[in-house]
T-cell receptor
Framework: AQKVTQTQTSISVVEKTTVTMDCVYE???????LFWYKQTASGEIVFLIR??????ENATVGHYSLNFQKPKSSIGLIITATQIEDSAVYFC??????????????FGLGTRVSVFP | EAAVTQSPRSKVAVTGGKVTLSCHQT?????MYWYRQDTGHGLRLIHY???????EKGDIPDGYKASRPSQENFSLILELASLSQTAVYFC???????????FGKGTRLTVV
């Protein structure tokens, strides 16, 4: 069964610096998809970035980038030039490839990031 | 912009009562999902559907039923609500390519 683990419960950073969050996953599938989502204070869940297991290049979207270390089953999220509005809970999630194309995501427990002036 | 709308946004239900949470998407997506989030926890999959008139069990289906009468609508039904079902429920949808899952704003359910 697939599993996603985020060991950092909370991180505090100063505005305009870089924050890095860890995520490790478990799967028996050779094909899988990894995602990072952000949950704002209002509860809204927003998709940030995705990494496909067969891609060697780390995904980058705006000031979000990933550190994909496949041998370690690790997918870290890096946020550069943080802003106050980056304060949120960040969830790592995974979906296996396989034959069940409709299956949902498996989420980690989340990391709360607080950005201070 | 893709849209997933949940109703109601919050509800207080009595133990043993029936609760129906509704979800409507205008994304023209085939796949729809119901997740549950407990305070301080990640999201867990309850039920999902890949086509109208068909639903599948997720990771924690006990105590819940789902209904997908059309591509746009997906309901979560609690026939006999219990205190342990107090949580925030999220509906989501995605297309077959699965590049992005779109979430609704959530329904806060309190069972008393």
């Amino acid at each position: 069964a697939q599993k996603v683990t985020q060991t950092q419960t909370s991180i505090s950073v100063v505005e305009k610096t870089t924050v890095t969050m860890d995520c490790v996953y478990e799967t028996r599938d050779s094909s899988y998809f990894l995602f990072w989502y952000k949950q704002t204070a209002s509860g809204e869940i927003v998709f940030l970035i995705r990494q496909d297991s067969y891609k060697k290049e780390n995904a980058t979207v705006g000031h979000y980038s990933l550190n994909f270390q496949k041998p370690k089953s690790s997918i870290g999220l890096i946020i550069t030039a943080t802003q106050i509005e980056d304060s949120a809970v960040y969830f790592c999630a995974m979906r296996e490839g396989g034959n069940n194309y409709a299956q949902g995501l498996t989420f980690g427990l989340g990391t709360r990031v607080s950005v201070f002036p | 912009e893709a849209a997933v709308t949940q109703s109601p946004r919050s509800k207080v239900a009595v133990t043993g009562g029936k609760v129906t949470l509704s979800c409507h998407q205008t994304n023209n997506h085939d796949y729809m999902y119901w997740y549950r989030q407990d305070t301080g926890h990640g999201l867990r999959l309850i039920h999902y559907s890949y086509v109208a008139d068909s639903t599948e069990k997720g990771d924690i289906p006990d105590g819940y039923k789902a209904s997908r009468p059309s591509q746009e609508n997906f309901s979560l039904i609690l026939e006999l609500a219990s205190l342990s079902q107090t949580a925030v429920y999220f509906c989501a949808s995605r297309d077959r390519e699965g590049t992005e899952v779109f979430f609704g704003k959530g329904t806060r359910l309190t069972v008393v």
